[in-house]
């Protein structure tokens, strides 16, 4: 159109101006709600938010910890009116137990935490489905919602797939190798064409303690993975979450988690097709044969980016026959080549190295070492791979890469072409033939980011990006129902930035190509993440994590400070309670879609 023809960015609205201070600020013209906060009660007889008196029993009736991944699902087809879906990834003990810290002699020290502060955290983790409504222009918690449901650390879930009941994934607590408790480290994550809530589990290997013979048969597995990190205190008090006590039990976490929310007593379950490592979402899409595909990104420096295609095809008439699509399909690893084309290389048992010679006796050695498969197909070692959006309007799929700082210049190669990528980059694959279930398809780099006015940065923003439009650190991102990109970032509050993550509209199309312009920013020591549009566009949901983490670096910012100063505790800013991550909904004042 005459717009685009012109360079103008196809996101209407007036740039934030980045920075940093205690709150968050949104676009002129527009209303940032806190819609769910930590605590907030889910139900009708849920106790409300105390954080002197918090027990697990109440946490597990409120909304958890440090909200990731948000997902809407409309119900009866309505924009205004649906199940709000929100992973809670981990917890921040120093930022949750008033008291725990102490700075003495400039050391920051945490107490060790009692079985009841372990306990809140298994509750605080995991997810939140919550019916929510828009009423008069503002959105609203339904707490008496007949689907509103908690899923933690200890809901029981079913192991599905190829690796199911499989000897590397029995317990002394399960023998069958299927039935296990909790979800861990949801970050990314999606919602299916079936309307299904899909839970990715990322950063496994911290909840994990004690000690692994080095000569035990999952030393290769879990050392791959970083197993055991026993940056949790739950050994402690639990044998499940100590490898010397309960080998097998990192094998069963790692996977992508399926809920279906139509049933709050439904057995959440994992789906082992889809390949064991640090899942950080699954975003799908349906393909023109009507194959699903669902993209998948492995955050971890030097690691893979994924993409699932199921055998069967989605039904969008019956439900019930799309229930069991993500069991059986097609695992696939990405090879970026030099000369623009990208393949897709299937992890299929028997298939070229996957075979007994290297250990993998059959599909369940190659799902749950999805890893060591890629690594012998030869992918392509990436940048920290994070979320990955296919578009539906353009065709393209967006990969975001969110930073590696230790890639040496030695091993640059076309689709990480920077050394010490400390402020990561994007980048869009075109799928061969438009279809997403191709093996082959072209890419190129959509956006180097980082400061474009520092040359050694080497970023490729447009030059009409504003000095607020530029961001580094890519990590969720969401496509509007227009078709349009936007991209929020997880690590710019430090003093390197001098400004906070953020959501950015980033153009994709025409002259503004590689435009940014910032809509939203977090307050200090949050990362963004969301972000999610209801189908009408006219909410973006995002989700403030971690409020006030790292703030230490920061003058008036110090940790302590969070009880100290009420000033800097989002988003009450009262004395009797702490910063508190939540989820925020943004919306036009006066109604209508955003940024149009
Ligand atoms: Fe949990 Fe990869 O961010
Ligand atoms: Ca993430
Ligand atoms: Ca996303
Ligand atoms: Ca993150």
Same mark, same amino acid.
């Given at each position: 159109?005459?717009?685009?023809?012109?360079?103008?960015?196809?996101?209407?609205?007036?740039?934030?101006?980045? *920075?940093?201070d205690?709150?968050?600020?949104?676009?002129? /013209?527009?209303?940032a709600?806190?819609?769910?906060?930590?605590?907030?009660?889910?139900?009708?007889?849920?106790?409300?938010?105390?954080?002197?008196?918090?027990?697990?029993?109440?946490?597990?009736?409120?909304? /958890?910890?440090?909200?990731?991944?948000?997902?809407?699902?409309?119900?009866?087809?309505?924009?205004?009116?649906?199940?709000?879906?929100?992973?809670?990834?981990?917890?921040?003990?120093?930022?949750?137990?008033?008291?725990?810290? +102490?700075?003495?002699?400039?050391?920051?020290?945490?107490?060790?935490?009692?079985?009841?502060?372990?306990?809140?955290?298994?509750?605080?983790?995991?997810?939140?489905?919550?019916?929510?409504?828009?009423?008069?222009?503002?959105?609203?918690?339904?707490?008496? *919602?007949?689907?509103?449901?908690?899923?933690?650390?200890?809901?029981?879930?079913?192991?599905?797939?190829?690796?199911?009941g499989?000897?590397?994934?029995?317990?002394?607590?399960d023998?069958?190798?299927?039935?296990?408790?909790?979800?861990?480290?949801?970050?990314a994550?999606?919602?299916?064409?079936?309307?299904?809530?899909?839970?990715?589990?990322?950063?496994?290997?911290?909840?994990?303690?004690?000690?692994?013979?080095?000569?035990?048969?999952?030393?290769?597995?879990?050392?791959?993975?970083?197993?055991?990190?026993?940056?949790?205190?739950?050994?402690?008090?639990?044998?499940?979450? =100590?490898?010397?006590?309960?080998?097998?039990?990192?094998?069963?976490?790692?996977?992508?988690?399926?809920?279906?929310?139509?049933?709050?007593?439904?057995?959440?379950?994992?789906? @082992?097709?889809? %390949?064991?490592?640090?899942?950080?979402?699954?975003?799908?899409?349906?393909?023109?044969?009507?194959?699903?595909?669902?993209?998948? %990104?492995?955050?971890?420096?030097? =690691?893979?980016v994924?993409?699932?295609?199921?055998k069967g +095809?989605?039904?969008?008439?019956?439900?019930?026959?799309?229930?069991?699509?993500?069991?059986?399909?097609?695992?696939?690893?990405?090879?970026?080549?030099?000369?623009?084309?990208?393949?897709?290389?299937?992890?299929?048992?028997?298939?070229?190295?996957?075979?007994a010679?290297?250990?993998?006796?059959?599909?369940?050695?190659?799902?749950?070492?999805?890893?060591?498969?890629?690594?012998?197909? /030869?992918?392509?070692?990436?940048?920290?791979?994070?979320?990955v959006?296919?578009n539906?309007?353009?065709?393209?799929?967006?990969?975001?890469?969110?930073?590696?700082?230790?890639?040496?210049?030695?091993?640059?190669?076309?689709?990480?072409?920077?050394?010490?990528?400390?402020?990561?980059?994007?980048?869009?694959?075109?799928?061969?033939?438009?279809?997403?279930?191709?093996?082959? %398809? @072209?890419?190129?780099?959509l956006?180097?980011?980082?400061?474009?006015?520092?040359?050694?940065? %080497?970023?490729?923003?447009?030059?009409?990006?504003?000095?607020?439009g530029?961001?580094?650190?890519?990590?969720?991102?969401?496509i509007?129902?227009?078709?349009?990109?936007?991209?929020?970032? =997880?690590?710019?509050?430090?003093?390197?930035?001098?400004?906070?993550?953020?959501?950015?509209?980033v153009?994709?199309?025409?002259?503004?190509?590689?435009?940014?312009?910032?809509?939203?920013?977090?307050?200090?020591?949050?990362?963004?993440?969301?972000?999610?549009?209801?189908?009408? =566009?006219?909410?973006?949901?995002?989700?403030?994590?971690?409020? *006030?983490?790292?703030?230490?670096?920061?003058?008036?910012?110090?940790?302590?400070?969070?009880?100290?100063?009420?000033?800097?505790?989002?988003?009450?800013?009262k004395?009797?309670?702490?910063?508190?991550?939540?989820?925020?909904?943004?919306?036009?004042?006066?109604?209508?879609?955003?940024?149009?």
């Amino acid at each position: 159109d005459e717009a685009r023809a012109n360079g103008a960015s196809a996101f209407t609205f007036e740039e934030v101006e980045a *920075g940093v201070d205690a709150d968050h600020h949104v676009a002129a /013209g527009y209303d940032a709600d806190v819609l769910l906060r930590w605590g907030d009660p889910l139900f009708t007889d849920a106790p409300d938010f105390d954080p002197l008196k918090q027990s697990a029993e109440s946490q597990a009736k409120q909304f /958890g910890y440090n909200n990731d991944y948000v997902g809407f699902i409309p119900l009866e087809g309505s924009s205004d009116h649906g199940l709000l879906v929100v992973n809670h990834e981990y917890t921040n003990p120093h930022l949750m137990f008033p008291g725990i810290v +102490t700075i003495a002699e400039g050391k920051v020290k945490q107490a060790p935490l009692t079985k009841e502060q372990v306990d809140i955290e298994l509750a605080a983790h995991g997810g939140t489905i919550v019916e929510i409504r828009k009423d008069n222009g503002k959105w609203q918690v339904v707490r008496d *919602g007949k689907l509103n449901r908690r899923v933690t650390v200890n809901t029981e879930m079913q192991l599905t797939g190829p690796a199911a009941g499989h000897d590397r994934l029995k317990t002394n607590a399960d023998a069958t190798g299927t039935k296990v408790f909790g979800t861990l480290n949801n970050c990314a994550g999606g919602v299916t064409p079936w309307g299904t809530y899909i839970m990715a589990e990322e950063n496994i290997h911290g909840y994990f303690g004690g000690e692994l013979p080095a000569d035990h048969p999952e030393a290769t597995n879990y050392k791959r993975l970083g197993i055991p990190e026993g940056s949790y205190e739950w050994s402690n008090f639990y044998d499940r979450f =100590d490898v010397s006590k309960e080998p097998n039990e990192p094998n069963r976490f790692g996977w992508i988690v399926e809920v279906d929310v139509n049933d709050p007593n439904s057995l959440p379950k994992k789906r @082992t097709a889809l %390949g064991r490592f640090k899942h950080e979402g699954a975003e799908s899409i349906v393909a023109k044969d009507g194959r699903v595909v669902f993209y998948l %990104g492995d955050d971890e420096r030097f =690691d893979y980016v994924y993409k699932f295609v199921t055998k069967g +095809t989605f039904n969008p008439n019956d439900r019930a026959a799309n229930m069991d699509l993500l069991d059986e399909g097609t695992l696939y690893v990405a090879k970026f080549a030099e000369d623009g084309s990208v393949e897709w290389l299937p992890l299929v048992h028997g298939e070229g190295p996957l075979t007994a010679a290297n250990g993998f006796q059959s599909q369940a050695d190659v799902v749950i070492e999805a890893r060591r498969a890629g690594d012998l197909l /030869g992918a392509t070692k990436m940048d920290r791979p994070e979320d990955v959006q296919p578009n539906g309007t353009n065709g393209k799929v967006y990969v975001m890469l969110t930073n590696n700082t230790k890639r040496k210049e030695d091993q640059v190669d076309a689709a990480n072409p920077r050394a010490e990528n400390a402020f990561g980059h994007i980048i869009e694959i075109a799928e061969d033939g438009g279809d997403f279930t191709a093996t082959r %398809g @072209t890419w190129e780099v959509l956006l180097k980011c980082g400061d474009p006015s520092v040359a050694e940065v %080497g970023a490729s923003f447009s030059t009409a990006t504003t000095a607020n439009g530029w961001f580094g650190m890519p990590d969720n991102c969401a496509i509007d129902a227009a078709g349009r990109l936007w991209v929020s970032t =997880d690590g710019n509050s430090n003093k390197a930035t001098g400004r906070t993550d953020g959501l950015w509209a980033v153009d994709t199309e025409g002259e503004a190509r590689a435009t940014s312009k910032l809509f939203y920013r977090v307050p200090v020591g949050a990362e963004m993440c969301g972000p999610l549009f209801t189908p009408n =566009d006219e909410t973006a949901f995002v989700a403030v994590q971690h409020p *006030g983490d790292g703030g230490e670096d920061w003058d008036g910012f110090g940790r302590a400070s969070y009880y100290e100063d009420p000033s800097t505790r989002w988003p009450d800013f009262k004395p009797d309670l702490p910063v508190r991550p939540s989820v925020v909904a943004i919306t036009k004042q006066g109604g209508g879609k955003i940024a149009v």
